[in-house]
């Protein structure tokens, strides 16, 4: 079964440094979403993206944040500035339609900010 | 306040017992529901889908039903199995996913 790739599984950070979180989508899919899930916390939706550009996004995606398909197979979240609160488990999401109805995850980065 | 409600917060079950799950929204209309089994530390994966037309939809062991007038759909869960030990996740998604914070169930030998 076709599966989303996430690199690292984990990233400890100090903060105030930049983190980049890597995922490679099932490769004929066309939307992309980030969530995170802090400890004990439900997901939480970040951002959609489609067609190279940002479709919706959360209150929780703020300026710090950025999304990026740099090359047609990765789909990076960057987190400028990071911040204690920023630790959790942010997971990339892929999908061929916008109706979601074979949304895949990935396996999670567990970034911690230090 | 979270559109999305799951009862119960934890359960524990003995290994071959059936158990259910709810699912109480406030998210309306939609175009449709679905369960999520999370294993820890991993992402979720999808168990069922089903519209807002549809009452029930079975995978494998696992059955989910939807009231659409009550706003209810539970997770029933049959002869349980050690892997089955997770968090089992309720989205209702319209235009975005609106994520429940889950039931941890963890079925013991």
């Known amino acids: 079964e076709p599966e989303v790739t996430q690199t690292p599984s984990h990233q400890v950070t100090q903060m105030g440094q930049e983190v980049i979180l890597r995922c490679v989508p099932i490769?004929?899919?066309?939307?992309f979403y980030w969530y995170r899930q802090i400890l004990g916390q439900k997901v939480e939706f970040l951002v959609s993206f489609y067609n190279n550009e940002i479709s919706e996004k959360s209150e929780i995606f703020d300026d710090q944040f950025s999304v990026e398909r740099p090359d047609g197979s990765n789909f990076t979240l960057k987190i400028r500035s990071t911040k204690l609160e920023d630790s959790a488990m942010y997971f990339c999401?892929?999908?061929?339609?916008?109706?979601?109805?074979?949304?895949?995850f990935g396996s999670g980065t567990q970034l911690s900010v230090l | 306040k979270n559109q999305v409600e799951q009862s119960p917060q934890s359960l524990i079950i003995l290994e071959g017992k059936n158990c259910t799950l709810q699912?109480?929204?406030?998210?309306?209309?939609?175009?449709?529901l679905r369960w999520y089994k999370q294993d820890t530390g991993r992402g979720p994966v999808s168990l069922t889908i089903?519209?807002?037309?549809?009452n029930t939809k079975s995978n494998g062991r696992y059955t989910a039903t939807l009231d659409a007038d009550t706003k209810q759909s539970s997770l029933h869960i049959t002869a349980s199995q050690l892997s089955d030990s997770a968090s089992y996740i309720c989205v209702v998604s319209l235009n975005d996913m609106r994520f429940g914070a889950g039931t941890r169930l963890t079925v013991k030998p």
């Open positions: 699912c109480n929204y406030t998210v309306s209309p939609f175009s449709n």
């Open positions: 490769s004929n899919h066309l939307y």
């Open positions: 999401a892929s999908d061929r339609s916008r109706t979601n109805e074979k949304l895949f």
């Open positions: 089903m519209t807002f037309s549809e």
